[in-house]
Structures are given as C-alpha cells and as structure tokens.
C-alpha cells in the first residue's frame, strides 16, 4: 500500500457540474427553484425541490437516468482507478448527497474503489420519493466553523481522517477541489500533504490570496486531463521518496547509501457494494 489517502471533492471534481443544478434544470425545475433560493437553506431547498418534481409526477427513475447522463471528462475514470491501483485510499468528501454520488458512481463502475463517502444525508421513501437532508443538523447545533456552510464543515472531516489514517500507517493526504467549501479542509492539511484546486475555481483564487495559510504542497489543474496527469505524478513522486528512504546494503567496505530520488513535486455511512 501507498500509505496515502487521497479526497475528492465531488461536483466540479468527479464531475463537471453541479449535481443539484444538474438535476434541477434537465427536470424543469429552475425557475421555482431560484424563486425558492432566497427563502431557505441549500439542502432544505433540494429537499423541497424534490418533493415539487415528484408532485408533478417524476419518478426515482427519472431522477436516475438524469444523475446517468451528468457530464464527466473522459479521463476522470481512469485516474480514480489508477490511483486505487497504486495503492491509495480513495474518499469523497461532498456538499453534493448520498443518493446523487452513490448513482454516479454506481453508473461508472467506481462505487468500488472508496472507502467512504461524506457527504449529506439522502434516501428513497416508502413512496419512493427522494429525501435529502444535511450532513450536520444544523437546526440543533454548529459545527462551530465561520468559514463553511451550516450544513458541513469539510475541516472537520479532514481533521477526523488524519486522526484515523496514521494508525493505519497512512502519511499523506491529497486533496482535490473546487469550491469555497473545500478551502477549510485544505487549510488542515499540513507540510508533506498535497492539495490540487481546479484553477480559476473559487479554491484556487482563495489559494492565490491567502498562500501564506497553506502548509501543503499546491498543484493546480484545469480539467479532467490535467487532474489525472497531476495526481498520478504527485502518487508516483511520494512512492518513489518513499522507496529511496530505504537504505540499501552494499559491501561492508563502503557506508549504506541511499537510492536516488526524483525530483518532488458526524462519521461517514460505509459505502455501500
């Protein structure tokens, strides 16, 4: 194993939308939905949203073959599943819900390939009607966090994977996203760890603003292609510091020389098989 945890983030990450826009508009919705904005929470919004399109007669399956057809660069598979195939441990940590990433997913054939997701709360009814509520209930309590949405705090998250991951005998965190919401988490991570902003994304001007905050190492990206070429060099560059640290014997006439190195550049629910 690599001993490397790598976090993604979700929509405009995994995929190159939205997911509530995504499915609010392919159903017809946008007009209600910006009339509603204004008047309460983001996930109480989705979830009012959902109840309005199944009152006008969409059905789960519906809902489904529009999560089908979210658009994903082609290159975005691929690298989810070599870096599983190097050996690293894949989370998905996501203002999006649990119903719209599990069926993306599902519909790629990478469900497999992470260990968790966190994201917030979603399921079908017993009138098969979609819920969806929030990570944090923040109708009871803050998460105590200025800089994120009432509904998650990612830096909690993070904060909770780093205190697990070193019992596991995992060093390093690579972190990947987009968002305002994905700048608490990187501010967490800490020197050796990698984060990766999608460039001219809200993440990345807040990157460029506020550098002096970041402990990790940054390397942007702009698109799918560019995501996975920077994040396998990024794997490939830990595993290879790794192995050089491992002091080869030679003959007892010379000292142990090293190898030479590269240049460097709430708790989830289990992810359901």
């Not at 929509?11 to 159903?27: G, M, P, Q, R």
């Not at 702009?222 to 996975?228: P, S, T, W």
């Not at 396998?232 to 030479?260: G, H, R, Y």
């Amino acid at each position: 194993m690599a001993g490397i945890v790598v976090v993604f983030d979700f929509d405009k990450t995994i995929i190159d939308c939205d997911s509530d826009n995504w499915v609010v508009d392919e159903l017809g919705a946008t007009d209600l939905f910006n009339q509603l904005l204004p008047t309460m929470p983001w996930n109480s919004l989705m979830d009012r949203m959902m109840k309005e399109l199944h009152s006008q007669g969409k059905t789960i399956d519906e809902i489904v073959e529009v999560l089908k057809r979210a658009p994903i660069h082609p290159r975005i598979v691929p690298a989810i599943k070599a870096a599983h195939a190097l050996g690293c441990d894949l989370k998905i940590v996501s203002d999006a819900n649990r119903f719209f990433i599990e069926t993306i997913l599902k519909h790629h054939n990478l469900t497999d390939y992470f260990s968790e997701i966190n994201t917030n709360l979603s399921y079908v009814d017993e009138e098969g009607k979609l819920r969806i509520f929030p990570f944090h209930d923040f109708f009871s309590s803050s998460h105590g966090c200025g800089l994120c949405p009432p509904n998650m705090c990612k830096g909690v998250v993070i904060e909770r994977i780093k205190a697990t991951m070193f019992a596991e005998g995992k060093r390093k965190i690579i972190y990947l996203g987009d968002g305002i919401g994905d700048f608490c988490p990187s501010l967490k991570l800490n020197e050796g760890d990698y984060v990766m902003p999608r460039k001219n994304f809200p993440l990345w001007e807040l990157i460029c603003r506020n550098s002096m905050l970041i402990k990790a190492d940054v390397h942007d990206w702009c698109d799918g292609e560019e995501l996975e070429q920077v994040l396998l060099q990024i794997i490939n560059t830990i595993i290879s510091n790794e192995e050089s640290n491992q002091l080869i014997p030679v003959d007892c006439k010379f000292q142990t020389i090293p190898m030479a190195a590269p240049e460097s550049l709430p708790r989830p629910l289990p992810v359901r098989h």
